[in-house]
């Protein structure tokens, strides 16, 4: 299995709160994602990195911002959290920009926003 | 236009039997990949098969295998012999070369195997 790991695995949190997911790689691999996977709409990509400091937006990134100072660690923050951020999100990891090769995922968190 | 379509929300199959999940693709780059995963009602996401755009054949993993088509751009998932523990969601997802490395998913299929 990829060593993915994702902190905290679910959280609640109130509207208007800052809220910090962190993905934590031990695979050095170049891409990082951050997805949300709402019923109905599959997976949607937030924000992904192709590199330290490097990163882009994804189609949904209205709400979230996203920083990776180091190649292993790739954290997503809701800056004030809204009902509509209630989600699971995974982060993925993917080794070269290479089409051919596949994403692995972390476990998920859930988050809940009251 | 979505990227990737799966039109079956849900599916049924009957244990040892056979199923296929659609998955259509649009795309306009002759470099991409094409992937399935499972996500069992646990929630992890799972990697399950494969296929390059240049693959002349199609792939194939255990009972898996995944049905190519690409001038109808289709990229079927094919599991033979179903077992109860296949029962889970189904998501067919692409990259491209040219697509900012990002993977497209589409909205899944709910597979159940009924005993």
């Known amino acids: 299995d990829a060593g993915i790991t994702q902190s905290p695995r679910h959280k609640v949190t109130e509207t208007g709160t800052p809220v910090t997911l962190r993905c934590h790689q031990t695979e050095n691999h170049r891409y990082m994602y951050w997805y949300r996977q709402d019923p109905g709409h599959g997976l949607r990509l937030i924000h992904y990195?192709?590199?330290?400091?490097?990163?882009d937006k994804g189609e949904v990134s209205d709400g979230y911002s996203v920083s990776r100072s180091k190649t292993e660690d790739f954290l997503l923050t809701l800056e004030s959290a809204t009902s509509s951020q209630t989600s699971v999100y995974f982060c993925a990891i993917s080794e070269s920009q290479e089409p051919f090769r596949g994403a692995f995922f972390g476990q998920g968190t859930r988050l809940t926003v009251v | 236009a979505q990227k990737i379509t799966q039109t079956q929300p849900g599916m049924f199959v009957q244990e040892k039997e056979a199923v296929t999940l659609d998955c259509t693709y649009d795309t306009s780059d002759p470099s991409y990949g094409l992937f399935w995963y499972k996500q069992p009602s646990s929630g992890e996401m799972i990697f399950l098969i494969y296929q390059g755009s240049y693959d002349q054949q199609n792939a194939t993993e255990g009972r898996y295998s995944l049905n190519f088509q690409k001038a109808r751009k289709s990229a079927n998932l094919v599991i033979s012999a179903s077992q109860l523990g296949d029962s889970a969601m189904y998501f067919c997802?692409?990259?491209?070369?040219?697509?900012?490395?990002?993977?497209?998913f589409g909205t899944g299929t709910s597979l159940t195997v009924i005993p």
């Open positions: 990195s192709y590199g330290v400091k490097d990163t």
């Open positions: 997802a692409m990259r491209e070369l040219q697509g900012g490395n990002q993977f497209y």
